[in-house]
């Protein structure tokens, strides 16, 4: 993993920024846009991208791999490259 997390850390923290995420979706659902220049009162997008770079850090470890074949994993290895691209530019 690149950051300091242990691989429960990481789940705890996906799973909190998936929740908040989460919120908002159902936020939407139920009362419509928060404005008219913005569907969310919070970010959406930023941190589902977090959670899914943490749950792919998490995912093809060790114990993962086992159970991946050669070109699951590769897809897993782009689609993190192409999440960490984004945050990239996100976070700025």
Same mark, same amino acid.
């Given at each position: 993993?690149?950051?300091?997390?242990?691989?429960?850390?990481? +789940?705890?923290?996906? +799973?909190?920024?998936?929740?908040?995420? +989460? +919120?908002?979706?159902?936020?939407?659902?139920? #009362?419509?846009?928060?404005?008219?220049?913005?569907?969310?009162?919070? #970010? @959406? @997008?930023?941190?589902?991208?977090?959670?899914?770079?943490? @749950?792919?850090?998490?995912?093809?470890?060790? @114990?993962?791999?086992?159970?991946?074949?050669?070109?699951?994993?590769?897809?897993?290895? #782009?689609?993190?490259?192409?999440? #960490?691209?984004?945050?990239?530019?996100?976070?700025?």
């Amino acid at each position: 993993m690149t950051t300091c997390l242990t691989l429960e850390e990481a +789940a705890l923290q996906a +799973a909190s920024q998936t929740t908040k995420a +989460a +919120a908002e979706l159902l936020q939407f659902h139920r #009362d419509g846009p928060h404005s008219a220049v913005s569907a969310f009162a919070n #970010d @959406v @997008v930023g941190p589902m991208a977090e959670a899914l770079k943490l @749950v792919l850090e998490i995912e093809p470890t060790e @114990v993962g791999q086992r159970h991946m074949e050669a070109a699951e994993l590769q897809l897993h290895l #782009d689609l993190k490259a192409a999440v #960490d691209a984004f945050l990239t530019g996100w976070i700025g």
